[in-house]
C-alpha cells in the first residue's frame, strides 16, 4: 500500500503575472484591514489616555478639596447595633 500526498499546489511554478496578480489582490484584500486596525489601536490609545488623565486630575482636585482627612465615612445599609 502506497501513502500518497496531497499539496495544496500542483508542483509548477507561478508565472510572473500570477504572481503579480496575487500581490495585488493580498494588497488590496490586507492593507484596508490593517489600515483599520491601526487607526483603531490609535484612537483607542488617545481615548484611554485622555480618560486616565481626566481621571487623575479629578482625583488631585478632589483631594485638594476635601483636606487631608475628610472624617469617618459612612456607609449605607450599614445598621451599629447599641
Known amino acids: ?4 500526498q496531497f ?8 508565472s510572473t503575472p500570477s504572481k503579480i496578480s496575487a500581490i495585488v489582490f493580498g494588497l ?7 489600515a483599520l486596525l491601526l487607526v483603531a ?3 483607542a490609545f488617545v481615548v484611554f489616555g485622555f480618560l486616565l488623565i481626566v481621571g487623575v486630575v479629578r482625583r488631585k482636585i478632589s483631594s485638594l478639596t ?6 469617618p465615612k459612612r456607609s449605607k445599609n450599614v445598621r451599629i447595633k447599641r
Do not use: K, N, W, Y
Request: glycine share 18%; charged share 10%.
Open 66 to 71: 476635601t483636606g487631608s482627612d475628610p472624617g
Open 1 to 4: 500500500m502506497e501513502m500518497q
Open 28 to 34: 488590496i484584500l490586507f492593507l484596508p484591514i490593517l
Open 7 to 14: 499539496q495544496l499546489g500542483s508542483g509548477r511554478a507561478m
Open 41 to 43: 489601536g490609535v484612537v
